[in-house]
């Protein structure tokens, strides 16, 4: 038997592990859909956060703030200042029930605390 029949054996044999099975190799099968929630960050430090969706990494600006997703609805948000801990909060994703900037979202986390806005002629 020569090799290009052994190759032409296995991938006969892979295609009926793949059909026998019932498993669709091209599409991974979704538990959960994604969930989009806001991050604002009302401190003067830029904040690292891991993400779920790329294995990368996300900044969020000082005084800014950034859309993140998750795909579970209960996780831990830990966010990286210089490489150490900074912010670690247990979210639950609650779908449509934060209002930010017109639109709807899933969960926001806001790090720091709102600073009033001073009002000239007041203190």
Same mark, same amino acid.
């Given at each position: 038997?020569?090799?290009? /029949? +052994?190759? =032409?054996?296995? +991938? +006969?044999? @892979?295609?009926? =592990? =793949?059909?026998? /099975? ?8 979704? $538990? ?6 806001? =991050?604002?960050? +009302? ?6 956060? &891991? $993400?779920?969706?790329? %294995? ?11 859309? &993140? ?10 966010? &990286?200042?210089?490489?150490?801990? &900074?912010?670690?909060?247990? @979210?639950?994703? @609650?779908?449509?029930?934060? %209002?930010?900037?017109c639109k709807s979202y899933d969960f926001m986390a806001v790090i720091g605390a709102e600073e009033p806005t001073p009002v000239e002629g007041l203190g």
């Open positions: 038997m020569g090799r290009k /029949s +052994l190759i =032409i054996l296995c +991938l +006969l044999g @892979m295609f009926a =592990i =793949i059909v026998l /099975s019932g498993a669709d190799a091209t599409t991974p099968a979704l $538990s959960e859909p994604p969930y989009v929630g806001v =991050i604002r960050n +009302l401190t003067k430090n830029d904040i690292a956060f &891991y $993400s779920e969706n790329s %294995q990368g990494t996300i900044v969020v600006p000082a005084k800014g703030w950034v859309e &993140y997703v998750v795909w579970h609805e209960n996780f831990d948000l830990i966010g &990286y200042l210089n490489g150490d801990p &900074y912010y670690c909060k247990k @979210m639950e994703v @609650m779908p449509g029930n934060f %209002q930010f900037n």
